[in-house]
């Protein structure tokens, strides 16, 4: 192999080379779930690249990925009550970019929109929320807190971002705050047991009150019935009888009250003679 073939396969290689280099830096891939900010010698494109496959100038364009799925990132939020206790809250941030807002965020936020726009405005949020609230209520109507902190939130944002939703997951007290409050729930459990003790008792003896109402009007009724109609009585002796003759009658008897004759009585035989 002479000089001149071998100058030609090593120049062949070092230009197969440079074309692949050149091919490589001409074209790009924005994955699923991203869009593509295109940056040329500093400039950004007004317009976002789509997913897939594309084209650029080579060494001097770049296309920088910016993800527009949902994310959730943690943040501690550090603020005060309305009755001065500090209070540190774990939170749970979802957001999204908007396709329409991947070159603003790039541009504007420098592609890390959770640091430099959402987390201090979730953070001032909180704060103008628990500032009128006293520590218990916090802790208490949660959900009302979490509530007006995204509608804040979302508000100073603005359409840049969106904010799908905040969720406290957890409220840090000082140990004696906590305590207070534990102590203040059990004793208001305790009055709530006492009035519902004291709400059954009421409505028991006011059952029994009416009861023994009726019964005694009822009792007066029947003793005016029997005194203006005597024969009532002799009409419930004859109701009630069970056809067993009665073994003692009283010495008044008649009528009714006599029933039936005694007939016989075991064990004693009756009399031949009267």
Same mark, same amino acid.
């Given at each position: 192999?002479?000089?001149?073939?071998?100058?030609?396969?090593?120049?062949?290689?070092?230009? &197969?080379?440079?074309?692949?280099?050149?091919?490589?830096?001409?074209?790009?891939?924005?994955?699923?779930?991203?869009?593509?900010?295109?940056?040329?010698?500093?400039?950004?494109?007004?317009? /976002?690249?789509?997913?897939? /496959?594309?084209?650029?100038?080579?060494?001097?364009?770049?296309?920088?990925?910016?993800? &527009?799925?949902?994310?959730?990132?943690?943040?501690?939020?550090?603020?005060?009550?309305?009755?001065?206790?500090?209070?540190?809250?774990?939170?749970?941030?979802?957001?999204?970019?908007? +396709?329409?807002?991947?070159?603003?965020?790039?541009?504007?936020?420098?592609?890390?929109? /959770? $640091?430099?726009?959402?987390?201090?405005?979730?953070?001032?949020? &909180?704060? +103008?929320?628990?500032?009128?609230?006293?520590?218990?209520?916090?802790?208490?109507?949660?959900?009302?807190?979490?509530?007006?902190?995204?509608?804040?939130?979302?508000?100073?944002?603005? $359409?840049?971002?969106?904010? $799908?939703?905040?969720?406290?997951?957890?409220?840090?007290?000082?140990?004696?705050?906590?305590?207070?409050? $534990?102590?203040?729930?059990?004793?208001?459990? +305790?009055?709530?047991?006492?009035?519902?003790?004291?709400?059954?008792?009421?409505?028991?003896?006011?059952?029994?009150?009416?009861?023994?109402?009726?019964?005694?009007?009822?009792?007066?009724?029947?003793?005016?019935?029997?005194?203006?109609?005597?024969?009532?009585?002799?009409?419930?002796?004859?109701?009630?009888?069970?056809?067993?003759?009665?073994?003692?009658?009283?010495?008044?008897?008649?009528?009714?009250?006599?029933?039936?004759?005694?007939?016989?009585?075991?064990?004693?035989?009756?009399?031949?003679?009267?």
């Amino acid at each position: 192999m002479t000089g001149h073939q071998i100058i030609r396969i090593v120049l062949g290689g070092v230009l &197969i080379l440079a074309l692949v280099i050149i091919g490589s830096a001409m074209t790009f891939v924005v994955n699923p779930g991203h869009r593509g900010v295109e940056v040329t010698l500093g400039k950004v494109s007004p317009v /976002f690249k789509p997913e897939g /496959f594309g084209i650029k100038m080579p060494f001097i364009t770049r296309v920088e990925p910016i993800l &527009i799925r949902q994310q959730t990132k943690q943040m501690v939020a550090d603020c005060y009550s309305s009755d001065l206790q500090q209070i540190k809250m774990d939170v749970g941030v979802l957001y999204r970019i908007p +396709e329409a807002s991947a070159v603003r965020i790039y541009r504007d936020y420098q592609g890390d929109a /959770f $640091e430099t726009l959402v987390k201090p405005r979730v953070a001032e949020a &909180i704060k +103008e929320i628990t500032a009128l609230r006293t520590a218990e209520t916090i802790v208490q109507k949660r959900e009302e807190v979490k509530r007006l902190t995204l509608d804040i939130a979302r508000t100073k944002v603005g $359409e840049a971002l969106v904010l $799908e939703d905040i969720v406290l997951t957890d409220i840090n007290l000082s140990k004696v705050l906590e305590h207070a409050i $534990e102590a203040k729930m059990v004793q208001q459990q +305790e009055a709530a047991r006492a009035r519902f003790t004291k709400q059954q008792t009421e409505v028991e003896a006011n059952t029994a009150v009416i009861k023994a109402k009726g019964e005694a009007e009822s009792i007066n009724l029947r003793g005016k019935a029997l005194r203006e109609n005597p024969s009532i009585l002799q009409l419930e002796i004859v109701d009630r009888w069970d056809g067993v003759t009665p073994l003692v009658v009283g010495a008044n008897a008649s009528g009714s009250e006599m029933i039936l004759p005694l007939g016989n009585i075991q064990g004693v035989a009756p009399s031949a003679n009267p």
